[in-house]
């Protein structure tokens, strides 16, 4: 009996109640002047209003507790729902029912940032979402590796890699559709930005996309070369073809001190000669699909090195190899990567000639995509920049004897293993294979 007594004095409605009826019946009392009951009806007024101010502000500490233990992300606060009276239980379970909520709320909304985070990096497609000031409210590992940066949180760092794309993008607008092209440490990239914008709690977000078309438009520029190339062979092979043939006929039926074999004989070799250059080209639209395997960098690179030595006796260049780890592996075409080595030791070799402190320098590593890189570098004559813009174009050479078509193969070699073959301008002459 005590005990529902007690429970009932804690009730917060109860003492709204007595409040309002202890107060209804003093002004009553007062009205018609009955002082004798008056004053003990207001005392108790008084006390019932004390009690229930009291159980406010008890709640409301707990109300204002539990808030401030959200803004801190703390979910874990509990209201005991047992061992108090029946109304604080029953605020208490209200109160732990609300915290439950905003943790599962909070919960989820944190896995869904989490998931659209890991669908963001897993796109081609670098996202920068900046606000009106410049803050870089999301970005993802892309945007990143296209920018060549580890940590972007404003647009202004952006100046310490290219002026003019820190201004393009601090000064673009939702609609923009924009083009540029800078150079950082990775070598140089075209980039295409397309803007778009997006109002989130009365804020204006604008979300930049970026794509590399270096990759784009060195695939359309081969495929460019191989159809005119391969157009070229079969009309240049198809016209010369029966002019060798028919010169070699007519030469089994003149006598050799005649004026006319000579001149047939002229008109023979230059076609044979003809062909046999025709034919050379025809090797860069014809490059056999690649049959990849596993197999160890250090022993390929050795081998190469070996070859190298062998076809350029009287060199005297230092070769130098840096393979980490020592038993990295590369899973390609072993006998067409060796052709693309082959041309580019070649050339290093060429371009050092004599030069009594001439190396070449070859380097494997993975990078941090994983990736597998080859680097062959050499301390020789720098490329000039108005030369080195042509250096993979077919029958593109500055050497007197050259084909053109070394670097090109290379680098459609490069292209049907998946991977790629670019130039880094520098202190020495770096030629890059990246296997991705």
């Avoid at 062979?233 to 016209?239: A, F």
């Avoid at 813009?389 to 007197?400: R, V």
């Amino acid at each position: 009996m005590k005990k529902r007594l007690h429970i009932l004095l804690q009730s917060y409605p109860l003492w709204v109640t007595l409040t309002l009826l202890l107060t209804a019946s003093a002004a009553i009392t007062w009205i018609y002047h009955i002082y004798i009951v008056a004053i003990p009806l207001t005392l108790f007024a008084l006390y019932a209003l004390f009690r229930q101010i009291r159980l406010h502000r008890q709640y409301a500490r707990k109300v204002l507790f539990l808030l401030d233990a959200i803004a801190n992300d703390d979910y874990s606060v509990r209201f005991s729902e047992t061992d108090t009276p029946e109304a604080d239980r029953l605020v208490h379970r209200a109160l732990n029912r609300m915290t439950q909520m905003l943790g599962q709320v909070k919960k989820e909304t944190a896995q869904r940032e989490k998931y659209y985070e890991l669908i963001l990096n897993c796109v081609n497609t670098g996202i920068i979402v900046l606000n009106s000031r410049g803050d870089v409210y999301q970005k993802n590992n892309e945007a990143l590796r296209l920018l060549g940066m580890e940590v972007l949180t404003h647009v202004a760092q952006l100046t310490h890699i290219d002026v003019r794309l820190n201004e393009l993008l601090a000064h673009c607008r939702p609609g923009d559709k924009l083009q540029t092209t800078f150079t950082n440490e990775r070598g140089t990239a075209d980039l295409s930005i397309r803007v778009s914008g997006i109002t989130i709690r009365d804020e204006s977000l604008r979300i930049v996309a970026l794509n590399d078309i270096n990759h784009e438009l060195d695939e359309k520029e081969i495929d460019s070369w191989i159809r005119l190339t391969r157009v070229l062979t079969h009309e240049i092979m198809n016209s010369v073809t029966p002019i060798t043939s028919l010169s070699d006929t007519l030469l089994t039926r003149i006598e050799e001190k005649d004026e006319l074999r000579q001149g047939l004989q002229t008109i023979h070799d230059t076609g044979k000669g003809l062909l046999a250059f025709v034919e050379n080209y025809r090797r860069f639209t014809h490059i056999p699909t690649p049959t990849p395997t596993l197999f160890y960098i250090k022993g390929f690179i050795g081998r190469m090195v070996q070859l190298a030595r062998h076809r350029f006796p009287d060199t005297h260049t230092d070769f130098r190899i840096d393979i980490r780890p020592d038993d990295l592996i590369l899973y390609a075409d072993e006998h067409l990567i060796a052709q693309v080595m082959t041309n580019l030791l070649t050339n290093a070799l060429q371009a050092l000639g004599t030069q009594t402190d001439g190396h070449i320098h070859i380097r494997a590593y993975c990078d941090e995509d994983e990736a597998v890189v080859i680097e062959v570098s050499n301390n020789g004559p720098a490329i000039p920049p108005e030369v080195a813009e042509h250096i993979f174009i077919p029958f593109f050479t500055t050497k007197g004897n050259g084909s053109g078509i070394g670097l090109s193969i290379s680098r459609q070699i490069m292209r049907l293993s998946g991977g790629s073959l670019t130039y880094q301008p520098g202190k020495e002459t770096t030629f890059v294979l990246k296997f991705d």
